[in-house]
């Protein structure tokens, strides 16, 4: 099959990549040219720095020859004669100022282009049927909005289908190898025939559930599938933590160990963390209460989940205060990790966004960051140029050099090597000195580390207090 793809991000060229390798011929366009010039390098190095997924750059180096990387619009107005599908995969953010709404201005942006350059396929007959997928994440209703655009335009000979995005930032190219499920939704037989073609790979598959529903199923099911494990997060955060960070002698990981055995409880999401970050869950939550609040209905839980894990981060924050007596003017602070979870440099909704903003508020004298692969990321969140606040955060090369001449730090990512930092604190870092772990990366040592006289704030657990 021809697919296009609009939208080279995560979703975008992650999906591009791994239909290239099904034997598709992949057209993958985006406006960003520095993005489409990195992807289609053939290096992994440039790959990975704008893109960092496990196994991108391979995938997409093994299958130079099906796919096609490109910013011109004239390339895909030509690949339109030929297209089987399109694969809308644009950013559906959350819109500034109002609780929830979705931003769909890329989407349309790119919609009415498509819609006009569909319009003049093959000098005006529009002989080919072409399906326009929706890969984005969008409000349940959307089939009806995407139908009517391409209406607008005069589009012949078109289907509209809904096929949410269910990958994992991280593991995305083997989620999408090997998804456990494929959602198709459409509203004719004609447009589930394409899709069928397009994953005839997981049609007979015993491991991959193919599931074909109406658009609006589609698009509530990936809603509410984030809003679930969401929720799932809140409440291991904000009801277990905050039971481990009140009661003597209750120990989190003991207390996942006895709720975990319960296979009506089940494992995912049991694990303590300043805050559930990322482009998806929170987003996609405020948008499901959106659409309902939209139609009369009461949308207390899924706001309480939200308000939930702002609290989270909030709280821990403020437990340097409260508990340690810490006095952040004109201290010197660590942050180790900017990435909103380990393995991708994504920093969209990262705790250590409104963590250093708070330090700055409290009058912090210098922010210390290392992260090893998100920096460049969040280094544009924070431009000096822009804001002359944002001149006392630097960038360092290793935890080590981070670290040296802190008053405290602040684990906020999930890395693997984070938990070695018991040992790179004890080299630099002598006691007495606060340690605030956002990702109990250092349970294991947190007993070692108090009886060494290191104060520790850490999720999930009371304050302890240095012994020496
Ligand atoms: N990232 C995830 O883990 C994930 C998972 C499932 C679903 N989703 C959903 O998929 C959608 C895309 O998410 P993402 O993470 O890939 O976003 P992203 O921001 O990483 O990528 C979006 C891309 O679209 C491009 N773009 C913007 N306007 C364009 C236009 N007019 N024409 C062509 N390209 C344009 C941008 O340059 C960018 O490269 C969102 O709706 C998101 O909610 C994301």
Not at 275 to 296: H, P, R, T, V
């Amino acid at each position: 099959m021809k697919i296009l793809y609009v939208g080279a991000g995560f979703v975008g060229a992650c999906s591009a990549a791994v239909m290239a390798d099904a034997g598709h011929d992949v057209l993958l366009y985006d406006i960003d040219e520095e993005k489409i010039k990195k992807l289609g390098s053939n290096d992994i190095g440039l790959i990975e720095s704008c893109l960092f997924e496990d196994g991108l750059g391979d995938i997409l180096i093994k299958n130079k020859n099906n796919i096609t990387f490109t910013t011109n619009y004239s390339e895909v107005a030509k690949c339109l004669d030929l297209v089987d599908a399109v694969f809308m995969c644009l950013p559906t953010p959350e819109k500034d100022g109002v609780a929830g709404q979705s931003d769909l201005t890329y989407y349309h942006i790119a919609a009415e282009k498509l819609a006009q350059n569909l319009e003049k396929r093959n000098n005006g007959l529009q002989s080919k049927y072409v399906v326009v997928v929706n890969k984005s994440t969008v409000p349940i209703a959307m089939v009806d909005e995407t139908r009517g655009l391409m209406e607008k335009y005069g589009v012949k000979n078109f289907g509209v289908v809904s096929n949410p995005e269910f990958l994992i930032e991280g593991k995305a190219i083997f989620g999408s190898v090997h998804p456990d499920r494929v959602v198709v939704g459409a509203e004719k037989e004609e447009d589930f025939k394409v899709m069928r073609q397009i994953y005839a790979r997981f049609l007979n598959s015993s491991s991959v559930k193919y599931i074909e529903v109406t658009p609006e199923e589609a698009a509530a099911g990936k809603l509410l599938a984030n809003y679930l494990l969401f929720n799932r997060l809140a409440v291991t955060f904000d009801v277990v933590g905050r039971v481990c960070e009140n009661f003597d002698n209750v120990n989190f990981e003991n207390l996942r160990k006895i709720l975990t055995s319960d296979g009506r409880i089940g494992n995912w999401g049991f694990y303590d963390s300043v805050y559930a970050g990322g482009s998806c869950f929170i987003k996609d939550a405020a948008s499901l209460a959106y659409q309902l609040e939209e139609i009369g209905v009461g949308s207390g839980l899924v706001r309480q989940v939200l308000n939930s894990n702002n609290f989270q981060r909030d709280n821990f924050f403020s437990r340097a205060e409260k508990e340690a007596g810490f006095v952040w003017k004109d201290k010197k602070v660590a942050i180790l990790g900017v990435a909103f979870k380990q393995n991708t440099n994504d920093v969209r909704n990262s705790s250590a966004i409104n963590v250093v903003k708070s330090l700055i508020e409290k009058g912090v004298k210098e922010i210390k960051i290392y992260d090893p692969v998100a920096m460049p990321m969040f280094k544009a969140l924070f431009d000096s140029s822009e804001n002359l606040d944002y001149k006392i955060i630097d960038y360092f090369n290793s935890e080590k050099e981070a670290l040296i001449n802190t008053d405290t730090c602040l684990i906020l990512t999930d890395w693997p090597k984070f938990m070695a930092l018991g040992e790179v604190i004890k080299s630099v870092c002598p006691a007495p000195y606060l340690i605030m772990d956002g990702r109990r990366m250092l349970s294991v040592d947190f007993k070692e580390l108090q009886n060494l006289g290191y104060d520790i704030i850490s999720v999930g657990s009371l304050f302890l207090k240095g012994k020496k």
